[in-house]
């Protein structure tokens, strides 16, 4: 079946470090890919998408490019903030599918 | 703009008591979904429904039972509360547009059994 692996954390960084966040997935077909990304005491929020092979999502300062070739989905950013510290969520939804797939959640921790 | 709205937000129940967890979107969405999020497992999908009327079991559906009469609400029901329920958890709701359409997620409902 379908099945998204992130890498685990905690992450800690410093204020303006560099983040990866590794993700990689198993699905059949051509799968959506999202990141979600959930702040302390709040239900989850989308950040960012991508739909097709080598497709680029981005917001925020965040990036993640789709790559077939590697079944990976890894999440950047080139400059955290501590307003960045959340948990977050790999999914995929497979093609014709009406679920998503989620990792397990890296939590980030970023501090001054 | 309400989207997603859970209620309650927190709740405390005893063993053997039963309760209905709350959702409804006003974003006249098909498609809404139940999760569980228990601590550094992710969240699971508990039931979800395409539209009204219709209702489908999840990865997890055990002890849990859903209804879709309007395509606002969505309510899980718990008959039996054990221990093993104490989690977090999401309503989302989802557009039509196929699989590439994100799902928007309500602030949870924290549940703890006693």
């Known amino acids: 079946g379908d099945s998204v692996t992130q890498m685990e954390g905690p992450v800690t960084l410093s204020e303006e470090a560099f983040l990866t966040i590794n993700c990689t997935y198993t699905?059949?077909?051509?799968?959506?890919l999202f990141w979600y990304v959930q702040y302390p005491g709040e239900g989850l929020q989308l950040l960012l998408k991508?739909?097709?092979?080598?497709d680029k999502g981005s917001n925020k300062g965040f990036e993640a490019t789709y790559r077939k070739e590697t079944t990976s989905f890894h999440l950047e950013k080139g400059s955290v903030q501590v307003s960045d510290s959340a948990v977050y969520f790999c999914?995929?939804?497979?093609?014709?599918?009406?679920?998503?797939?989620f990792g397990t959640g890296t939590q980030l921790k970023v501090e001054l | 703009n309400a989207g997603v709205t859970q209620t309650p937000k927190f709740r405390i129940l005893k063993i053997g008591q039963s309760m209905t967890l709350q959702c409804t979107q006003d974003?006249?969405?098909?498609?809404m979904y139940w999760y569980r999020q228990d601590p550094g497992m992710g969240l699971k999908l508990i039931y979800y429904?395409?539209?009204?009327?219709?209702?489908d079991k999840g990865e997890v559906p055990n002890g849990y039972n859903v209804s879709r009469s309007t395509t606002e609400d969505f309510p899980l029901r718990l008959e039996l509360a054990a221990p093993s329920q104490t989690s977090v958890y999401f309503c989302?709701?989802?557009?039509?547009?196929?699989?590439?359409?994100?799902?928007?997620f309500g602030d949870g409902t924290r549940l703890s059994i006693l």
């Open positions: 699905a059949t077909g051509y799968p959506s």
């Open positions: 989302a709701a989802r557009g039509e547009g196929g699989n590439n359409q994100p799902q928007h």
């Open positions: 991508a739909t097709k092979a080598d």
């Open positions: 429904s395409v539209g009204a009327g219709i209702t």
């Open positions: 999914a995929l939804s497979a093609f014709g599918g009406d679920k998503l797939t």
């Open positions: 974003m006249n969405h098909n498609y």
